[in-house]
């Protein structure tokens, strides 16, 4: 094989990792059973790959070959360990019987599985603080530091939440299968709340030299729509619509260096038509039920936004309403400081300050970059210097992602700059 390609098969290889494997990971969990195992099938298809492909070629459907080399890697592997510990027998069987089935793989079924492995994490007899952190980690292939960001806590608390949740799936034997529509209102509350969860990671990543992760984000945003299909819930829709309005700006959020553009700078041009024009439908259908929750409420906030010409244009008292109403049915500190920062749009960064600093005095966000780095842009625009000097770094000490990081250094910066903190 040329160098070529063995350039496209690495290529190809690597594309199937980033976007394919933690679909072939759902999938491998489904027919082995077992975490653990999945994942060291999963290893295993990806190995066997690296050799092979380069060899033969690559296979017509690479997804639906990385499964069945999993799977039989891990029925080998099973078979050894059983001949010395009985515990294995039964899964040993298990696969047996799904070997001689000669069940075939397909994009479809392999597409379904992701979709019950998330309501298998999201069982009621889980946990609930241990549902969202098991999902993010086993079904959309977060790291748990990314994960423990996220939750503001520490990496080891919550990798031992993880493991908990393992273990309580393996030892209650619960199933990998979606409920039954009866079932769907009990579960689906964690389920969005998930989904919603990997979105955010796509559209602002937590770490990293990125400000986004598209391919994350997009694989919400499927979810999204295939849970839309299954359960005709309205605040599935103001999910979905809340993820497409968010989604649509997008290109307008950094400049080709990847630096981060504000919404009040962003060009409103690149912002993507036909989302908007999907996310308004669906929020207007949402709210049109009466029956909607929080993310409704979020997407009709982005909605606004969606709507504004241009930043000058865009209704901040409407806006300020709607973080009342999310407060009503959502209360949080983050809804808290985002409704202060949208005070401060509507009345004056004074008022919205206050409000930011009644929030951190509470030690609520201490450990949250975004509240310092809303302070220090109202202090600085109050003429407060060193109260924005304060805050900026301690933004900046909190701050894991580079393009944020190089954001807050710039504010710096030109706080340092002669007549930079006259009141504006």
């Keep these: 094989m040329s160098s070529v390609d063995a350039a ?4 190809t290889l690597d594309e199937s990792y980033r976007t394919d494997s933690r679909r072939v990971f759902a999938t491998l969990v489904r027919l082995l059973g077992d975490f653990d195992l999945a994942e060291e099938a999963l290893s295993d298809a990806y190995a066997s790959a690296a050799q092979q492909w380069p060899r033969e070629g690559v296979p017509a459907n690479p997804r639906a070959w990385l499964v069945s080399a999993g799977r039989f890697k891990a029925i080998d592997a099973v078979r050894r360990r059983a001949r010395f510990d009985a515990s294995l027998e039964t899964i040993s069987r298990r696969l047996d019987k799904a070997t001689s089935s000669g069940q075939d793989f397909d994009d479809e079924k392999i597409e ?8 298998t994490c999201c ?13 993010l980690r086993e079904v959309c292939g977060l790291t748990t530091e990314e994960i423990a960001s996220a939750f503001l806590t520490a990496p080891a608390t919550m990798a031992q939440r993880i493991v908990r949740g393992k273990a309580k799936i393996r030892d209650a034997g ?3 299968a979606i409920p039954r529509a009866a079932d769907f209102p009990e579960r689906v509350a964690s389920v969005l709340g998930v989904i919603y969860l990997v979105f955010n990671e796509g559209y602002a990543a937590s770490s990293g030299d990125t400000l986004t992760r598209p391919d994350v984000s997009q694989e919400a945003i499927r979810l999204g729509r295939l849970l839309s299909e299954l359960l005709p819930d309205p605040e599935v829709k103001g999910l979905l619509a809340l993820m497409l309005l968010q989604e649509s700006r997008r290109e307008a959020r950094a400049t080709a260096e990847g630096d981060i553009i504000l919404l009040e700078q962003q ?8 989302l908007i024009a999907e996310g308004l439908e669906l929020v207007e259908r949402a709210i049109a039920s009466r029956q909607f929750g929080a993310y409704t409420v979020q997407a009709a906030i982005a909605a606004v936004h969606a709507s504004a010409k241009n930043a000058a244009d865009t209704n901040w008292p409407q806006i300020v309403a709607l973080y009342d109403a999310l407060l009503a049915i959502h209360p949080s500190p983050v809804v808290e400081l985002n409704r202060a920062v949208a005070v401060a749009l509507s009345s004056g960064p004074e008022a919205g300050l206050a409000l930011i600093e009644a929030i951190l005095e509470r030690g609520d966000l201490a450990e949250y970059h975004l509240a310092h780095a809303a302070a220090g842009k109202f202090n600085s625009q109050l003429g407060r210097r060193e109260a924005a000097r304060t805050a900026y770094e301690r933004a900046l000490a909190l701050a894991r992602q580079e393009p944020e990081r190089r954001f807050l250094r710039q504010c710096l910066h030109e706080l340092a700059e002669p007549g930079a903190g006259q009141p504006s």
């Design 112 to 119: 379904d599985d992701r979709l019950r492995l998330i309501f």
């Design 123 to 135: 069982h009621p007899a889980i946990d609930p603080k241990v549902q969202v952190p098991l999902t």
């Design 8 to 11: 496209h098969v690495r290529q």
């Design 267 to 274: 060009d409103r041009t690149k912002w993507d038509a036909s």
């Design 174 to 176: 619960i199933p990998f």
